[in-house]
């Protein structure tokens, strides 16, 4: 069972930068990808970025202002956020989905919560 555990959180002002950091328990590498989302109260989970095993990155809805990215040899991902804004406020949880027969399996951190004031 794939351990995620997810840091970095806390209250920042508007304008400002935060970075989490999300340690998985075992290799990343055996992960087909790993992502940051984020949930607002009252809603579902919402993909921020993403990096899959080959390296390559996604950003659906952040482009510019976030920044994904791994370290191998510490089984670490990271989210930089700069240029923050108050829509920003969220949970913002780690992801490791996993390939098994038929399908995929998505691991979960316990999210960081990430305050943005304006």
């Known amino acids: 069972q794939v351990q995620l555990v997810e840091s970095g959180g806390g209250l920042v002002q508007a304008g400002g930068s935060l970075r989490l950091s999300c340690a998985a328990s075992g290799s990343i590498l055996s992960m087909n990808s790993m992502a940051w989302y984020r949930q607002f109260p009252g809603a579902e989970r919402e993909l921020v970025a993403a990096i899959a095993r080959t390296g390559k990155t996604n950003y659906p809805r952040v482009s510019g202002r976030f920044a994904i990215s791994r370290d191998i040899a510490k089984n670490t991902i990271y989210l930089q956020m700069d240029s923050l804004r108050p829509e920003d406020t969220a949970v913002y949880y780690c992801?490791?989905?996993?390939?098994?027969?038929?399908?995929?399996?998505?691991?979960w951190g316990q999210g960081t919560q990430v305050t943005v004031s304006s």
């Open positions: 992801n490791g989905r996993t390939a098994q027969a038929g399908g995929f399996v998505d691991h």
